[in-house]
């Protein structure tokens, strides 16, 4: 029996869903969702393409009383841009949750992942971050490094960011961007020490597979939310900082287990508080997370199914009659 | 940047797409292909929704040489008959093998599944089967019961069919519809052994979790191809019958362990034999499969990625200008 499928572009997407408090929002539902149980969140099917130097990763999440799951395949294929071609693309469809039927395509090229990725980061400073950020931090000069300052910004209104990175280049341009888009003090900083030292909140945004952070430049009233390890080999954060901390944070355990900065320090035989928290739990208030001001706080996130099913369910009842249908 | 994607409704490719020696030779070649190596297919993710009675399963598979590679969802939600819907569902969607990039996507509702599984069952048939096929029996009545017939006869052309299944007037109405389709003799049958008994070639199409037919049986130049289970706890043949044919054959070994009847018969410590032969190898040369018309040989199919990259990347290949063409 045939049915209206909705597909909606990436440059139709750019036009109606946008890195807000909304987004941010519906972001921090999902992980509240994923504390109260009851989610069904298989583990990333992931294919590695070495023949083609590329990797595909597939994610969903089923969450009680969410209308519909999202199923989202992120292919990452690194020679593309030798053609002048995006390495990572993909879509996400989404799934009637009470019939199983495709209900919307969005053809988003990864967009729907970077604003759905941001909004986590901003959903891990609102709840572990100090109140009061002057300064904020950020390792990395790509996508999510402006992103997730932007993010940031929306709950932590600071009036000055620094930026650091391996290219100076890349760094001043990144800070340029920054300062455009916040209306604030933005500067490339060479010394990621010196970063960490002046900074309230740090995000890492990087593919580092060594350390980027030490721990002995934790400071009281730190904050650090390190987004770009989703593989399993990846570290940006010392182990010994995710002992050192008064809350290391993960999105979902059995993610930072495998493919988080709590892969390494578990390798290195460092961490021995058992089950860390996870940021769900943060948020429903089932579990501490920061309580002082001085508190140091460590936010690892992975990506995960259920910020997808959310983005997607979002983006559906927001903008059902937005780009093309298809009866099918 | 944007790039044309391919988007095909389950009522375009069924005018398209159709069980035939074409589609045969297409599913052929994705077997053989598994057996040449190279081939990268992760274990199936899959969703159990007690909640809502459904479950949703994703295949994929790389394979060397071919030009895309498909991921398929095949949603299921059983209580969908009840407001006037089938319970399955889903689509295909191939990306270039390339560079990653979508190109088509096959809302086909599972029918390009159905049809890949049908040709599958032919593949089986064509080179495990005796040669000389005067009488096919089938159990079960669904939509694969028919298919699977219709695929045999491709490469068995027997002259009289026999339709076992436990709802006498489904399978009267199998056995109708099959001496239309294949313009043969066709009769329903109330006792499975009976079927077994006067056929050479037996394909079972069930769901069930209790053998449904016994190893004493068995009688030479019998080959069965057994395509239900596709889910751990299904079971068709009796283990002891796998034990006591002259080959018993998988489509991959991995997939029958856990979901096939290979399952049954290593929980029952009946399966002594080693690793069994897959199809592929059998089709390569690499391994014997049937060695004399009197050999009793089965078949079991649990369903692979590497059937829906073929038929996938052969629908884009022969039929690129069907359907419409999104710019995304």
């Not at 593989?231 to 993960?250: F, H, R, S, W």
């Not at 930072?256 to 208030?285: D, F, Q, Y």
Request: hydrophobic share 45%; proline share 5%; glycine share 8%.
């Amino acid at each position: 029996m045939a049915h209206d499928i909705q597909i909606v572009t990436e440059a139709e997407l750019r036009q109606v869903v946008h890195l807000d408090l909304t987004t941010v929002d519906v972001i921090e539902a999902a992980f509240a969702a994923l504390a109260r149980g009851g989610v069904v969140m298989p583990p990333i099917m992931s294919m590695d393409l070495h023949e083609v130097n590329g990797e595909v990763d597939v994610k969903t999440a089923y969450i009680p009383g969410f209308d519909g799951f999202a199923i989202k395949v992120s292919p990452g294929f690194f020679d593309n841009p030798k053609i002048g071609l995006p390495s990572l693309n993909g879509l996400m469809i989404l799934f009637s949750a009470r019939t199983g039927l495709v209900e919307s395509l969005f053809l988003d090229n990864g967009y729907l992942t970077d604003i759905r990725t941001a909004a986590a980061g901003a959903v891990a400073a609102r709840h572990l971050a100090p109140m009061m950020v002057e300064t904020a931090g950020v390792i990395g000069t790509g996508v999510q490094a402006r992103l997730q300052m932007q993010a940031a910004h929306l709950v932590r209104p600071f009036a000055r960011v620094l930026v650091h990175g391996r290219d100076m280049d890349k760094a001043r341009a990144c800070a340029s961007d920054l300062a455009s888009l916040l209306g604030i003090d933005a500067e490339a900083i060479a010394d990621p020490a010196a970063l960490v030292a002046q900074s309230q909140l740090v995000v890492t945004t990087t593919p580092s597979r060594e350390p980027l952070i030490r721990a002995d430049w934790l400071h009281p009233g730190l904050h650090i939310t390190a987004m770009g390890s989703d593989q399993t080999g990846k570290n940006e954060i010392e182990p010994a900082a995710l002992m050192a901390a008064d809350a290391y944070v993960c999105d979902r355990v059995s993610q930072c287990e495998v493919s988080g900065e709590l892969e390494a320090a578990l390798a290195a035989g460092v961490w021995t508080k058992g089950t860390p928290p996870e940021l769900g739990e943060i948020i429903a208030g089932q579990k501490p997370g920061r309580t002082s001001s001085d508190d140091i706080t460590i936010c690892d996130l992975t990506g995960t199914g259920v910020q997808d099913t959310a983005i997607a369910t979002h983006v559906r009842a927001r903008f059902a009659k937005a780009g093309t249908i298809i009866r099918a």
